[in-house]
């Protein structure tokens, strides 16, 4: 008897499918597109950006949303550029903005368990809070002049940012799976009031998953200072769509309870890979990104419901 293959299974196949075409055509047409430099390169570039979106995994999985995850990584960025300049040490200006993030996050969270308010709304609110106060902070981009940031700058086997995005991970493909916060996360996004008569701490969870949100978009924020050895507010504009579509695009459902952080790591490589395509192209406006991000986004979601549509008529 042959196995069949699970539903949930599919969008994940399909976004790796899609991510193994890309590149092979694209290392077919472009000379010296399969090779280790530009790999490493679609990792450095596009750290900031997954890690933001592995926080947001987590919030999807639980049938939430986060739209404030481009603006912390603005207002993260500029704090630690900020106090830096100030003569604050690196490491200590990088605690507090993932401080900042990780309470930031969790007071979102408490306003949605507490409240019990749609997070659309409490996010957006969040967004336009975080990027007014990165602007409080500076108007100006504040470069960024420590010997620990010149040290990192040299560290050219492989890119810290890069490094940061792997680690992280990793770790949240553990808790996602193997403890019983992730168990909890899937069950809040399969069905709610299941989890609740379960016994499952629901309240508490949500509130944990937008202070991890709010951690890695901080984190987030100081890799992009790793990466431009600056800070900026308005870093990380509309990065939360981005954030959305690679999750999406990764096999997650927008409504919770399906989808994987390794998912969401393919998501963001085609993201990047699309970028690179047209890069290596040359001839091709850059808005030609957010068209073709556009079509797979709608590509994705229409599986996603044909998906749920025939598991319906299955029970």
């Not at 399909?14 to 399969?34: P, Q």
């Not at 049938?63 to 300049?85: K, P, Q």
């Not at 108007?139 to 492989?158: P, Q, R, V």
């Amino acid at each position: 008897m042959r196995p069949r293959l699970s539903r949930s299974r599919v969008p994940l196949l399909t976004t790796a499918a899609v991510l193994v075409v890309f590149y092979t055509v694209a290392s077919c047409r472009y000379t010296g597109f399969f090779s280790r430099a530009v790999f490493v390169n679609l990792l450095r570039d596009n750290s900031f950006l997954g890690l933001a979106a592995i926080g947001l995994t987590f919030v999807i999985l639980a049938g939430g949303i986060d739209l404030s995850v481009g603006a912390m990584i603005g207002f993260t960025s500029i704090v630690v550029a900020r106090l830096i300049d100030r003569h604050v040490h690196p490491l200590v200006a990088i605690s507090a903005a993932l401080a900042l993030g990780t309470g930031f996050g969790a007071g979102m969270g408490a306003v949605i368990r507490f409240a019990a308010l749609p997070p659309f709304l409490v996010t957006l609110a969040g967004m336009f809070f975080a990027r007014g106060l990165g602007l409080v902070v500076s108007l100006e981009t504040i470069t960024i002049k420590h010997g620990l940031y010149d040290a990192i700058g040299d560290f050219a086997m492989f890119p810290v940012t890069a490094i940061l995005f792997l680690a992280v991970l990793i770790g949240a493909v553990y808790v996602a799976r193997y403890t019983p916060f992730g168990r909890t996360v899937y069950a809040i996004g399969g069905n709610e009031q299941s989890a609740l008569l379960m016994g499952l701490p629901v309240g508490r969870t949500k509130v944990r998953l937008y202070a991890l949100s709010g951690f890695c978009s901080a984190l987030a924020g100081v890799t992009y200072t790793f990466y431009t050895s600056s800070g900026n507010a308005t870093a990380g504009t509309m990065l939360e769509l981005d954030a959305i579509a690679a999750v999406v695009i990764g096999g997650t459902l927008l409504s919770g309870g399906v989808g994987s952080v390794f998912g969401t790591l393919i998501g963001v490589l085609i993201l990047g890979v699309i970028q690179t395509i047209i890069t290596f192209e040359g001839t091709l406006s850059s808005w030609w990104t957010r068209i073709v991000i556009g079509v797979l986004l709608l590509a994705f979601i229409l599986l996603q419901r044909f998906l749920q549509g025939g598991a319906a008529k299955s029970q």
